[in-house]
């Protein structure tokens, strides 16, 4: 939801209540304003000419001038009119049609209406994100879920979790690739990468610099020997990706020298990263630049945006509604299903990396007769 700032200057005008003192919204005398359901609309009071003209809301037009009250939901007043005075309002869903008011001089404001989210005619705008609880709610209309509880909610946020870690058992989570240099130790051959920092300290220290290492990591699909960081003639050498047999199978894992090769274990808690050769005094001090792919986050609370790129949303909700009608509708598992593979395949092929193609013509070189 969006924050929008209002700039309020008093100054002589005339709207529907005649000529006189009138507020003015970023320039404008005594405007209408739309309010969106969801927002937060700040008021900002802080020009010398708002003096004594603090700006409250209400329900009646003109405010208590007309015979109403102000009107208190969601409005939050700091400051003094005229030095650092604001008017803050979060705008309640179902919120009733405002008037904006000074609360010590009559006719100075005007309407203020509050319309849901998106149902203004004369805007055309996409919601990008989509919060949990709108994905939840979709889920479960495809499944012909109406009305849905307390325990359903929470259920769903649960199989959405559980539809995260499938994700990532497809290695469908690219879009957490990042990078990052881990600063070798000589002698440390293994380097640990924690889930948290509830969970440990991820650091290396040498010569006399440290370095964080990144938490959250879920695998590390490469790595390089980096020398000369930061340097016009910095160099990166590959080093290969084994398994643990192959890991199991050199003689002597203490052997010091310049990495090159790497293993990683993936623990609940943490991700390790073990080199062979235990770096020497001379790789000391260099880095082991490396790609890696963090874990996909929780759904978290119900007004949280997922931690999921546009382009996945559909496999989302599909795959939501899936997983929900094997609970609460049966006889719509296997379309659900269908559907949810439908747009996981199409979701997998945006998510893909292309590489320029070209084409080279077959070229046919006759032979002498």
């Given at each position: 939801?969006?924050?929008?700032?209002?700039?309020?200057?008093?100054?002589?005008?005339?709207?529907?209540?005649?000529?006189?003192?009138?507020?003015?919204?970023?320039?404008?005398?005594?405007?209408?304003?739309?309010?969106?359901?969801?927002?937060?609309?700040i008021f900002d009071q802080s020009d010398s000419t708002n003096g004594t003209h603090r700006i409250g809301?209400?329900?009646?037009?003109?405010?208590?001038?007309?015979?109403?009250?102000?009107?208190?939901?969601?409005?939050?007043?700091?400051?003094?009119?005229?030095?650092?005075?604001?008017?803050?309002?979060v705008v309640a869903t179902y919120a009733p049609t405002l008037y904006y008011y000074c609360v010590n001089h009559s006719g100075m404001g005007a309407t203020?209406?509050?319309?849901?989210?998106?149902?203004?005619?004369?805007?055309?705008?996409?919601?990008?994100?989509?919060?949990?609880?709108?994905?939840?709610?979709?889920?479960?209309?495809?499944?012909?879920?109406?009305?849905?509880?307390?325990?359903?909610?929470?259920?769903?946020?649960?199989?959405?979790?559980?539809?995260?870690?499938?994700?990532?058992?497809?290695?469908?989570?690219?879009?957490?690739?990042?990078?990052?240099?881990?600063?070798l130790?000589?002698?440390q051959s293994e380097y640990t990468f924690y889930r948290s920092t509830a969970d440990g300290a991820s650091s290396t220290t040498a010569g006399g610099t440290s370095t964080t290492l990144t938490y959250g990591?879920?695998?590390?699909?490469?790595?390089?020997?980096?020398?000369?960081?930061?340097?016009?003639?910095?160099?990166?050498?590959?080093?290969?990706?084994?398994?643990?047999?192959?890991?199991?199978?050199?003689s002597n894992k203490t052997a010091l020298g310049t990495p090159s090769q790497f293993w990683v274990q993936r623990f609940i808690d943490k991700t390790t990263m073990t080199l062979y050769q235990t770096p020497d005094s001379t790789a000391a001090g260099n880095y082991?630049?490396?790609?890696?792919?963090?874990?996909?986050?929780?759904?978290?609370?119900?007004?949280?945006?997922?931690?999921?790129?546009?382009?996945?949303?559909p496999c989302m909700v599909s795959g939501l509604a899936f997983y929900l009608s094997q609970k609460w509708a049966l006889d719509r598992t296997q379309q659900l299903k269908l559907l949810y593979e439908d747009e996981l395949s199409r979701a997998l092929a945006e998510d893909g990396s292309p590489t320029s193609a070209f084409i080279s013509p077959k070229t046919y070189y006759p032979t002498a007769s």
């Open positions: 939801m969006a924050t929008i700032t209002y700039t309020v200057t008093v100054a002589s005008g005339t709207n529907q209540y005649g000529t006189g003192n009138k507020y003015y919204i970023n320039g404008a005398v005594s405007p209408d304003l739309n309010l969106i359901e969801g927002n937060t609309y809301f209400s329900t009646t037009p003109n405010g208590s001038w007309g015979g109403g009250s102000e009107y208190t939901t969601g409005v939050t007043v700091t400051g003094s009119p005229g030095t650092d005075g604001k008017t803050t309002i203020a209406f509050t319309p849901a989210a998106g149902s203004i005619s004369n805007q055309s705008t996409f919601e990008s994100t989509f919060t949990i609880d709108e994905v939840i709610e979709d889920a479960y209309e495809r499944c012909g879920v109406q009305g849905i509880t307390g325990y359903q909610l929470k259920a769903a946020r649960r199989s959405l979790n559980i539809l995260f870690q499938e994700w990532g058992n497809r290695g469908l989570h690219y879009w957490e690739v990042g990078n990052t240099n881990v600063l130790v000589q002698g990591l879920a695998d590390i699909l490469e790595a390089s020997y980096r020398q000369n960081y930061n340097n016009t003639n910095q160099s990166d050498s590959p080093l290969t990706k084994v398994d643990r047999s192959t890991y199991t199978a050199f082991i630049y490396i790609n890696f792919v963090k874990r996909i986050t929780d759904a978290g609370a119900y007004d949280n945006v997922g931690d999921i790129p546009n382009r996945f949303v």
